[in-house]
């Protein structure tokens, strides 16, 4: 199967790695000089930017029309005066390329930060209710391509991400009066996020909303702290009268239903891994 990947970044670039030891892979860089790194590497890769407009070099659009699955990986952008127009504007011309080639299958990388802060528990079958910028964009990327794109499309929300550099540890080490002591923490690994993904490019499931996220959730202030500790790091410290819930992701129905079991599904693990 021919597979492009929009945005080789930190989970992109091992993704495309991963699949290329049964696949041709193909995948985009912001910038040429990046894509030409890559290709020195022995990587199929190409420029493709949605920042400040489209610009897309001819093996991007090459690469487009004959990929038989594109997966998207471009968060909304930080930092811009109007991110909701721009990732929009970018997502339908990404969606408009798609759709004009041989693509049968769209796999779009979304977040659980579609879901809002009111929604204390939520699964695969809860209906988004977004309530900040990033997850309302993100969630309106998702509901284009489900309506704009004729071929199959699927969305993976997944959790915050750990993995190689990515160390829970550092995150939040030495600051004081955090808030939500008691929240769920909802993380995924890298390496399953992977799995997942490619399980959902190969096989064909009914089901089209997955979540990446642990089983286990302990709370915000253990997990942290101990994390912390283990790298020799101060501590963070939680206000002690915060006593909001935060969210709780399931992704059980998604693991049951791709037949993927995650290695990592007790965040504690991820910490020593």
Request: net charge negative; proline share 5%; with cysteine.
């Amino acid at each position: 199967m021919r597979i492009s990947i929009i945005g080789l970044g930190w989970y992109g670039l091992p993704l495309a790695r991963a699949l290329s030891d049964h696949h041709e892979i193909s995948g985009s860089k912001t910038s040429v000089e990046e894509a030409a790194a890559l290709r020195r590497k022995g990587l199929s890769a190409f420029a493709l930017s949605l920042n400040p407009e489209w610009t897309a070099d001819e093996v991007a659009e090459s690469k487009l029309r004959e990929a038989d699955a594109v997966v998207i990986n471009i968060p909304p952008p930080r930092g811009n005066e109007n991110p909701e127009e721009f990732y929009a504007i970018g997502m339908r011309e990404l969606e408009k390329r798609i759709s004009a080639g041989n693509a049968t299958h769209v796999v779009f990388v979304s977040s659980t930060g579609v879901f809002g802060a009111g929604q204390h528990h939520c699964d695969e079958d809860t209906e988004p209710q977004p309530d900040r910028t990033a997850g309302r964009v993100l969630f309106e990327a998702e509901q284009l391509f489900r309506s704009s794109f004729r071929g199959k499309f699927s969305v993976i929300r997944p959790g915050g991400l750990v993995g190689s550099d990515r160390f829970p540890g550092r995150f939040m080490a030495g600051r004081t009066g955090l808030s939500g002591k008691k929240h769920p923490v909802n993380l995924v690994h890298r390496d399953d996020l992977i799995a997942l993904t490619r399980a959902i490019l190969e096989k064909d499931f009914e089901r089209t909303v997955f979540h990446a996220v642990a089983k286990d959730h302990p709370s915000k202030q253990d997990f942290y702290q101990k994390a912390a500790a283990l790298l020799n790091l101060e501590r963070p410290e939680f206000d002690p009268g915060d006593e909001s819930q935060g969210k709780f992701i399931s992704a059980e129905k998604s693991k049951t239903a791709a037949g993927v079991r995650f290695k990592y599904d007790d965040p504690y693990d991820m910490l020593t891994a």
